[in-house]
């Protein structure tokens, strides 16, 4: 019986990382459109893919939302669907289409309400790539509510300096708080078009996990799992399920910690993609 998982989708990368080589785009890579693993493969809207959900989640539950992030040097491209979370409630975002999918693959709303959110990073300088399978919580380092609501304090400060009273400022702001209340069209009387207002997230430094300058770590032409490890005990229990599900290639994975400055320490499991080259040259 076929076993879901992060760590078992970072195994069939091992397997098959020479593909993270081509210069096809992600969503083209055929590792990342086996139907027999994801229940959901949506290239149009987030997530892209999301895998499969276990009948038994007491060791590995499944059920990863999974966005793919292409870019053709060392940075993360911008998020222009959701801003990127650790955890997401399905119901907050699905259509009705991408839920259907997912039940007729066997993985109903019910069955894990809460996933835990991954996105697959690549860039490329010169020759070199870096593929990061990086947990969404590298780039929430505050709530995404308080995220929203001082992007939106500098805004005000900004249009109305100090001639508005803190109280009635802080009302307004406390108004802007929910992404979901920009992602509606909006028709305006007397308008023939209407009007749509989107949020896009842009990483800063601290959260490029291909930044060589802060995450020496993470070198060139290598494969990478990047899982939280805010709790230090926690370690062994991380690497238990990496080294069950990925069997003998567990052999071939570095493990190491990678510190981020505003949100603490992550485990990551690393392996190379240079070796692939090799191989099939």
């Not at 069955?111 to 070199?128: D, F, I, K, N, T």
């Not at 590298?138 to 803190?166: H, K």
């Not at 949100?263 to 692939?276: D, K, M, T, Y």
Request: net charge negative.
């Amino acid at each position: 019986m076929t076993t879901y998982s992060i760590y078992h989708f970072f195994a069939r990368l091992i397997d098959r990382r020479s593909e993270l080589l081509a210069s096809a785009p992600l969503e083209e890579i055929p590792v990342l459109n086996e139907q027999n693993f994801f229940s959901c493969i949506n290239p149009a809207q987030y997530p892209d893919r999301v895998i499969r959900v276990n009948a038994d989640r007491s060791r590995y539950s499944g059920g990863e939302l999974i966005e793919l992030k292409d870019a053709r040097s060392y940075s993360v491209s911008s998020f222009n669907s959701t801003i990127p979370t650790g955890r997401k409630r399905l119901d907050t975002f699905l259509t009705p289409r991408i839920l259907a999918q997912m039940e007729a693959a066997g993985d109903p709303l019910e069955a894990l309400p809460v996933r835990e959110a991954y996105y697959v990073v690549r860039g490329r300088s010169r020759e070199h790539t870096k593929v990061c399978i990086t947990h969404g919580s590298f780039f929430e380092t505050i709530p995404v509510e308080a995220l929203i609501r001082g992007a939106f304090a500098q805004v005000i400060d900004e249009r109305l300096g100090t001639s508005l009273d803190e109280e009635t400022k802080s009302k307004i702001i406390e108004l802007f708080t929910d992404q979901s209340d920009f992602s509606q069209s909006r028709s305006v009387e007397n308008a023939s078009v209407r009007l749509r207002f989107r949020v896009m997230t842009e990483v800063r430094p601290e959260g490029n996990i291909l930044n060589s300058g802060l995450y020496p770590e993470i070198g060139d032409d290598t494969l990478n799992l990047v899982v939280p490890l805010h709790d230090p005990d926690g370690e062994s229990a991380i690497a238990s399920l990496a080294q069950e599900a990925l069997a003998e290639r567990f052999a071939q994975v570095t493990t190491l910690r990678i510190k981020h400055p505003l949100n603490g320490w992550f485990i990551v499991f690393q392996c190379p993609l240079e070796s692939a080259r090799h191989h099939d040259s």
